[in-house]
């Protein structure tokens, strides 16, 4: 099992940028694909973005694309979210997830094996 840890959340203003991190430990983590959610109040967890095994694979879900950037480092063990020109809209809690023995990224929140606990994101218009 994977133990995933968040950070880098905050309050920013609109039009600023954050960059979230998460630290992967327990099980190797470039065997798992990666992927990003967020759960806003009284709404449900939705997916963001994902990365697969490689970084050249990568989904985004519409409304962050051009905003939003999936990474990995694998020497690390870290998946990062940097999330730019953030929108009040994006003000959520951010969760990383691992898809075990995963290559291809996938967007489905029931594919994905191990959470985190979440970062806070707040965006202030």
């Known amino acids: 099992q994977v133990q995933l840890v968040e950070s880098g959340g905050g309050l920013v203003q609109a039009g600023n940028s954050l960059r979230l991190s998460c630290v992967a430990s327990?099980?190797?983590?470039?065997?798992?694909?990666m992927g990003w959610f967020r759960q806003a109040p009284g709404k449900e967890r939705e997916f963001v973005a994902a990365i697969g095994r490689i970084s050249t694979m990568t989904l985004y879900t519409d409304s962050v694309k051009g905003r939003f950037t999936i990474s990995r480092d694998n020497a690390k063990n870290t998946l990062y979210l940097q999330m730019n020109s953030l929108k009040p809209e994006d003000t959520a809690v951010y969760y990383c997830?691992?898809?075990?023995?995963?290559?291809?990224?996938?967007?489905?929140?029931?594919?994905?094996?191990?959470w985190g606990q979440g970062t806070q994101v707040t965006v202030s218009s």
């Open positions: 327990g099980r190797t983590f470039n065997t798992c694909a």
């Open positions: 997830a691992a898809d075990y023995d995963r290559f291809n990224p996938r967007m489905g929140t029931y594919d994905y094996d191990s």
